[in-house]
């Protein structure tokens, strides 16, 4: 023990000699992970951990499940690599399944490494497609850590400085109903926050918009849920006013909301569209930009990926989706969802720090607030350490900071979440206030 221990903290000691800074890691004494199966992680020290943050939403169907592992395997060593400037039968039927598993018109995909990619990608698309420049994206919405993805972020942490400010993007108001800007109440509100989005084109752009993008439930922001209806007033009069819809489906694809394959399934809307990575290859590094034809056939000029269409890890993102598919993980993540979302009320009528519980399928949260609905990210923090010494990682989030995630693969089981949710409660129970 003392070996590994030692081997731990060296590892923490180079971090802070080699690694930018600015890439940081959860926990007053971060984690070194070690190895991983299913929803368990296992730390340098050999101490085992409940993963209920899953690498940030992306191993979806668990650590190392053996069937990605397996063709992932298989594919490395067939094939390692080309770039986009050939094709490899990984590359086409991945496009080939994502035309058929995503909703409405949805048919042609362009791959990358990442998210952040992915969404700059539909960017171009929409403006190439449309002739306009304009983008309207939604406060405390993430869209990743490239240039263009920073100016669509909403959330000034992370935009940073003199890299996350290229022009052409506005922000509206999200559909944040704990803390309506508005100060409204649902559904009296009469849906303000969409409907604002005609003043905010008629005022903060030139009349005209290549896109709305937004995720269907804010994932940094806090797990975000807007109303039902939401999303078919603003895309109404977004399409007014020529722009299109990017869904981005980063945190929210691949079922993680329960009940269907892609978040903004819930909503009652088709995108142009469609952003996708984390789930997408459990783990493998890849995004995807999936649009309608006549919005991928408007990108004109020439354009290449080194990396994107990997063979490895279009292979590996086929064999995750067999795996979702296969494992009826999509209704899987609607039960164990609903069992987890029990359970996190319950515990909302036993603290009050706890002032809301919001969130669909596998992708639940909690927000901690003092008094007057205070935001109270000390808490977050208190809970986070205890939590991690019961052996239960979690995630958090919020403009605030105030938001924790939980988001636990999606072929967990009901006894692995109630193991989660008596850890949590225990806890919340050491909270004290600031």
Known sequence: MADSTNQSQEI???????????????????????????????????????????????????????????????QSAKLQHTSSLYLTEPYVHLAEKLAQITPGRLQKSFFTNSGSEAN??????????????????????????????????????WRMTGAGTMGGVVHLANPYCY?????????????????????????STSGKIAAFIAEPIQGVGGFIVPPKEYFQVA??????????FISDEVQT?????????????????????????KTLG???????????????????GLTISTFGGNP??????????????????????????????????????????????????????????????RPAPDAVNQVFEEARKRGLLLGKGGIHGNTIRITPPMNIDTADIDRAMDILKA????????
């Not at 803390?179 to 005022?203: F, G, H, K, N, W």
């Not at 895309?235 to 299109?244: A, P, T």
């Not at 783990?283 to 991928?296: H, K, L």
Request: charged letters at 25%; hydrophobic letters at 40%; a negative charge.
């Open 12 to 74: 923490r000691d180079k971090a802070k000699e080699f690694v930018f800074p600015s890439a940081f890691t959860y926990y007053e004494e971060p984690l070194v992970i070690e190895k991983g199966q299913g929803a368990t992680l296992i730390d340098a020290d050999g101490r085992e951990y409940l993963d209920f943050f899953g690498g940030i939403l992306t191993v979806g169907v668990g650590h190392c499940h053996p069937e990605v592992v397996r063709r992932t395997a298989e």
């Open 120 to 157: 700059e990608t539909a960017v171009l698309a929409a403006r190439s497609h449309t002739g306009n420049h304009e983008v309207v994206a939604l406060r405390s919405g993430y869209s990743g850590r490239t240039g263009v993805a920073m100016s669509l972020t909403g959330q000034a942490p």
């Open 179 to 203: 803390r309506c800007p508005y100060e409204q109440t649902y559904p009296s509100c009469d849906l303000l926050c969409a409907r604002d989005m005609e003043q905010v084109i008629q005022t």
């Open 235 to 244: 895309v109404e009069i977004v399409r007014k006013y020529g722009g299109i």
């Open 253 to 277: 694809g691949f079922g993680r909301t329960g009940g269907k394959m892609f978040g903004i399934e819930h909503f009652g809307v088709e995108p142009e569209v469609m952003t996708m990575a």
């Open 282 to 300: 459990n783990g493998a590094p890849i995004g995807a930009t999936v649009a309608v034809p006549e919005v991928a056939d408007d990108m004109g």
């Open 312 to 373: 490895v890890s279009t292979e590996a993102a086929r064999a995750t989706i067999d795996v979702i598919v296969s494992e009826e993980l999509v209704h899987n993540s609607e039960l164990a969802g609903a069992h987890m979302r029990t359970r996190l009320e319950e515990l909302k009528e036993r603290f009050p720090i706890i002032g809301d519980v919001r969130g669909m399928g596998l992708m639940q949260a909690l927000e901690l607030v003092w008094e007057n609905k």
């Open 427 to 434: 806890s919340l129970q050491q909270v004290k206030a600031a």
